[in-house]
Structures are given as structure tokens and as C-alpha cells.
């Protein structure tokens, strides 16, 4: 499950959540990213991840900085980690300068 920022809405299942980074990586090229601060906490079968990041891609011609956190659950299964959940906290987005 994908919980929109703000809790605005979700999306669920394996192939939703894939055709969204599909959707993406298809249509936006990415100039850079930054994670910092991860941070990983497990408890038996479930571990929850964070970490702030910062991109700078590009779509349809135009640039745009993001920065947030991720936060992200996973469970263990099958002897894999398989991510069950995930949403984007204070998600900060807006057109950048060319050359940037």
C-alpha cells in the first residue's frame, strides 16, 4: 500500500505500486539524489525505514527540486523482506532553474 502524502488518498497492490515507479522512471529522468539520515528499526518480522532525501529530475522539459522522507514498512517473508507499506512525509516539490 501506498498512502499518498497527507493521507490524501492510496493505492494498493504489488502492480500498482510498481506501475507508479514505472510510470516514473518513464517519464522523468533523474539529475540527482541524496539519502541521508537512514534510519532502520526492526521488531520479529517487521522493520520500519526512513531516511530524508533530496532529487532534482526532470519531466516533460521542465526541472524539479523534491525533498522529504520516506517511510517505509517491510515484513519478512520466505527469508526476503518484502515492503508492505509505504507513504512520503513532508514532501516539498517545485520548478527549478535550468543549469541547476
Same mark, same amino acid.
Given at each position: 500500500?501506498? +498512502? ?10 504489488? =502492480?500498482?505500486? &510498481? ?8 517519464? +522523468?529522468? *533523474? ?16 522493520? *520500519? *525505514?526512513?531516511?530524508? #532525501?533530496?532529487? &532534482? #529530475? =526532470?519531466?516533460?522539459?521542465? /526541472? #524539479?527540486?523534491?525533498?522529504? /522522507?520516506?517511510? !517505509?514498512?517491510?515484513? !519478512?517473508?520466505?527469508?526476503? !523482506? &518484502?515492503? *508492505? !507499506?509505504?507513504?512520503? &512525509?513532508?514532501?516539498?516539490?517545485? =520548478?527549478? =532553474? /535550468?543549469?541547476?
Amino acid at each position: 500500500v501506498m +498512502a499518498f502524502p497527507g493521507f490524501a488518498g492510496r493505492a494498493a497492490g504489488r =502492480e500498482t505500486m &510498481l506501475a507508479g515507479f514505472r510510470h516514473f522512471c518513464q517519464n +522523468a529522468r *533523474v539529475h540527482e539524489f541524496d539519502e541521508q539520515a537512514p534510519e532502520a528499526d526492526v521488531a520479529g518480522e517487521t522493520a *520500519v *525505514v526512513t531516511f530524508r #532525501y533530496g532529487m &532534482l #529530475y =526532470e519531466r516533460s522539459g521542465k /526541472r #524539479y527540486r523534491a525533498s522529504g /522522507r520516506d517511510f !517505509w514498512v517491510f515484513h !519478512w517473508q520466505n527469508g526476503r !523482506w &518484502l515492503a *508492505v !507499506w509505504r507513504t512520503m &512525509l513532508d514532501p516539498h516539490e517545485m =520548478e527549478a =532553474e /535550468r543549469g541547476c
